[in-house]
């Protein structure tokens, strides 16, 4: 009898310092460990202890005697790593030995951000002795892609915040500043005068984009908006997709992909239970949609969804997931990659799209070697022209999508173009425009032409190493930039401030009056909770900014604003 790493595992590596034989693979100093799609146990040597259950923040680790129907596959799933990766004598994570700065003068730091990465950067700094922390974030809320970007049906996903727990000491060194925006209400030199440091962890909010004709045509919409505006997003509420039509396509297969269709074609009844916004959700009951159509460029082989959350689509009820995928037999017999062999394994017994449809059941079409060429229509979208691909293997091993000449057009209303995130730059913060990023090393912002560090600014998360990995990389990469921040502040190359921390929450206020502390958060979440307990739902999303801020003004006393604070999502 073993445990098991199931659907929802956040990568966050918790469980690797519980384990106490290191049974847990990969760790954070193997090769495979930013790749990898989840973590896994080992069946042979795990005694069972459970320890790593009890770190995992967001309930991803079962014993193998408690596993639901849905969940069965995933013993079979964690021993196939360990056939392409055998332990090792003496394969445990060993963890570097952390900074202490007892002894010094307080150390100020501002983080500016409020999602996983600030947190995890919050975190790392507040279980220091004297470190003083302020966050800022433009939203009036905090959580930032755990609140607006995780699909309300994964509740368990956006457990990894009850982790951001503080005690007393810690919470009296901690500021929140909610609603008020970095670069226009208050400036970088401006939090320079008043902390030691400021740490960049806003991450990457824009969207990539086609580069094809017809892409600014109504009915043509980013993932990040369509995502934001099923999650409440105060920006994004208003942005009613057309959902009058037959089908929609979606261009890019990541997970976020398979999220935005599961969703879509989901029952409106189920997705009631969820923190989903009141508009989408009264969108999605008169949606016409009866098809979702996932286009991927390239191969099966390439597909950029995960098995788990591939395994968890083909567990939808009342749904049809087919696979138009063309070379699909000859890419399960030459996979030599593990997790590929997994994925295109279950892809394969999965019908085809030349499948004779039933009428009363909605499905979702995974469609590989095929790209978008134009969005056409009048005065909204009516149709995407795509052209099939054909996948070459160059002379360094990399295979490459060449568009041939073959052509259609399929006939949608709505294209959601889900092909990644970029990063935005930041007034006075260096930005690399190819990238999408801030320049750095280890943590430390670099000058874009001298590449020399700028004293005091460190970056972390997607902003820092573009939009990778899930969740729980960001603890990982918020360890490395506190370590860089810890290390420069015991070799004294940072500057003392020459400003207190309370001017500048007089700073702030005077510009930003409508700014949300934590007692205002608190009066949110308390909001939110109590109208979503009358229709028994997790909580009901307030989805207009001043809206929220109105929310924000019924404060309730500090210290149960902190409490809730570190347990809402």
């Not at 310092?17 to 896994?40: K, Q, R, S, V, W």
């Not at 934001?228 to 039509?245: F, I, K, Q, R, V």
Request: charged share 25%; aromatic share 6%; net charge negative.
């Amino acid at each position: 009898m073993a445990y098991v790493i199931t659907q929802n595992c956040c990568n966050d590596a918790s469980c690797l310092a519980a384990c106490p034989i290191g049974c847990i693979h990969p760790t954070p100093d193997e090769p495979n460990f930013a790749t990898a799609e989840m973590l896994y146990i080992d069946p042979d040597t795990c005694i069972d202890c459970g320890a790593c259950a009890d770190w995992c923040p967001v309930d991803a680790i079962k014993s193998d005697r408690a596993l639901t129907p849905n969940q069965s596959p995933y013993p079979a799933m964690n021993a196939a790593y360990y056939a392409d990766n055998p332990i090792q004598p003496g394969w445990r994570y060993k963890q570097a030995p952390p900074l202490l700065t007892v002894g010094r003068a307080p150390l100020r730091v501002a983080i500016v951000g409020a999602g996983p990465a600030a947190w995890y950067c919050a975190k790392e700094l507040l279980a220091q002795p004297g470190v003083e922390v302020s966050m800022f974030d433009r939203l009036p809320t905090p959580f930032g892609l755990v609140r607006h970007g995780v699909a309300p049906d994964h509740p368990a996903t956006k457990q990894v915040v009850d982790q951001f727990r503080f005690d007393r000491d810690q919470s009296d060194r901690f500021e929140l500043f909610l609603n008020v925006e970095v670069g226009t209400q208050v400036t970088h030199p401006e939090l320079m005068d008043h902390h030691h440091a400021v740490i960049y962890a806003y991450g990457a909010a824009a969207d990539r984009r086609l580069d094809i004709a017809g892409e600014d045509l109504p009915g043509s919409v980013a993932a990040t908006r369509f995502v934001a505006w099923y999650n409440g997003h105060p920006d994004h509420a208003e942005l009613d997709p057309n959902l009058t039509g037959r089908r929609v396509v979606i261009v890019g297969n990541g997970n976020v992909a398979l999220d935005m269709a599961r969703l879509i074609v989901a029952d409106p009844d189920q997705l009631a239970a969820t923190d989903m916004a009141d508009h989408a959700l009264a969108a999605l009951r008169r949606s016409d949609v009866e098809e979702v159509v996932i286009l991927g460029r390239r191969g099966a082989a390439d597909a950029a969804f995960t098995t788990p959350e591939l395994l968890a689509l083909t567990q939808l009820a009342e749904v049809d997931v087919v696979v138009d995928a063309p070379n699909l037999a000859e890419e399960v017999e030459t996979a030599s990659d593990g997790a590929a062999r997994g994925k295109l394994a279950l892809l394969a017994t999965l019908p085809t799209a030349a499948a004779a449809r039933q009428a009363s059941r909605k499905r979702i079409v995974l469609r590989f070697n095929t790209v978008p060429i134009e969005i056409i229509g009048t005065d909204r979208v009516e149709g995407l022209v795509v052209a099939a691909t054909e996948v070459e293997v160059g002379a360094d091993g990399v295979r490459q999508a060449r568009v041939s000449d073959r052509t259609e057009t399929v006939a949608t209303g709505l294209v959601i173009r889900s092909i990644g995130f970029r990063g935005t730059a930041l007034p006075g913060i260096p930005f690399d425009e190819s990238t999408g990023t801030v320049p750095q090393q280890d943590g430390r912002v670099i000058d874009s032409e001298s590449r020399d560090p700028l004293a005091g600014v460190y970056v972390s998360g997607w902003i820092k190493r573009g939009p990778s990995g899930v969740i729980g990389t960001n603890r990982l990469c918020a360890k490395e930039t506190v370590a860089s921040l810890l290390e420069d502040f015991l070799a004294d190359r940072l500057t003392a401030p020459p400003a207190a921390g309370v001017e500048l929450a007089r700073l702030v206020r005077a510009r930003q009056p409508d700014t949300v502390d934590a007692r205002g958060w608190a009066a949110i979440d308390r909001a939110e909770r109590s109208g979503g307990a009358a229709t028994g739902r997790p909580r009901r999303k307030i989805a207009d900014r001043w809206a929220l801020v109105e929310a924000a003004r019924r404060r309730p006393r500090r210290r149960l604003a902190l409490s809730v604070l570190t347990r809402s999502r």
